[in-house]
């Protein structure tokens, strides 16, 4: 009877050797697809048709708009601070692809590091979750590739979130450690933005109710009163000055009204302190001279 047993026990223990490898497999089948797994950064290609852009900002006010899919190609120097916008929509998700051709080996003395950086619309920095952010460029490398993969945009958030939200969005490349001698050689940067289908991210309820600081336009003049409007009567010239105020600006108001034209009374104290300033120095050198001695 205890024989029985100690056969059946081991036949057992048999079974269960060559039986588990198929059950961690069935295991694992079933455990893998519900860990999200990390998503390669893809090559995105150009629109059908759109138009190549060969310039570039050098600040957040003069960056470079240019649309999703549209391709550049910018000549620039190793040092530059490089800068383009872009829109970007809710429930999209964004990816920058940048490639710079470096200047020939014989030519450079060192490694050199790159940085792409992406700021939204209120310029604060948001985070990749794919692509080579700060790669690091040989000596004899002939180029480098930097990319960033941005997390999906949402239709609302919290104020205290840095969430990505609608509006415009900022792409800043930069070299941040190079040998000192190589500054200002040539380079020349491809960059292309796209957008990824990601049909597994639902969308969220809300809106939100303008987006964050659209594309600024530098040096518009914005329009507002004219200057040759004729004041309301009873109200003073200065339009600072509310109704019932006394335009008042000292005991000195009025002394050199009408005597220079396109200046004013600042102006004036600053120049008599100055003359001032210089008699007084004038002054006070003669009173501590000392005087000089008779020649025997």
């Known amino acids: 009877m205890d024989r029985t047993r100690v056969s059946r026990s081991r036949m057992g223990r048999g079974l269960l050797r060559r039986a588990a490898p198929s059950i961690l ?3 694992a089948s079933v455990l893998l697809p519900a860990v999200p797994a990390t998503a390669a950064p893809t090559t995105p290609t150009p629109s059908p048709g759109a138009v190549t852009v060969t310039k570039a900002g050098t600040s957040f006010l003069t960056a470079t708009a240019i649309g999703l899919g549209q391709p550049v190609k910018v000549p620039a ?8 916008s872009f829109p970007g929509s809710a429930g999209e998700t964004n990816e920058v692809a940048i490639t710079v051709a470096l200047p020939p080996g014989s030519s450079r003395h060192g490694a050199a590091t790159w940085t ?33 993969r941005l997390r999906t945009v949402r239709p609302w958030a919290e104020p205290w ?44 309820d809300g809106d939100l109710k303008a987006p964050l600081v659209p594309a600024t336009e530098p ?67 003669g009173l501590t001279r000392r005087p000089r001695r008779p020649v025997r």
């Open 25 to 27: 497999a069935v295991a």
């Open 77 to 84: 120097s190793l040092g530059d601070y490089l800068y383009w």
């Open 116 to 148: 792409v950086d992406v700021f939204d619309g209120l310029r604060r920095r948001q985070a990749c979750t794919a692509g080579a952010q700060t790669p690091t460029a040989g000596p004899n490398d002939a180029q480098v590739t930097l990319g960033c």
């Open 161 to 204: 979130s840095g969430d990505p939200l609608p509006g415009t969005y900022y792409v800043r490349l930069s070299v941040t450690d190079l040998p000192e001698e190589d500054l200002g050689l040539p380079v020349r940067v491809e960059l292309l933005v796209s957008t990824i289908d990601d049909t597994d991210t639902p969308l969220e």
């Open 219 to 285: 040096g518009k003049v914005l329009t507002g009163a004219t200057p040759d409007a004729t004041p309301a009567p009873g109200a003073s010239g200065r339009p600072e000055l509310a109704a019932g105020e006394d335009d008042d600006d000292g005991w000195f108001d009025g002394w050199f009204e009408g005597w220079f034209d396109g200046f004013s009374s600042r102006w004036i104290w600053t120049s008599a302190g100055g003359v001032l300033a210089a008699i007084a120095g004038v002054v006070g050198f």
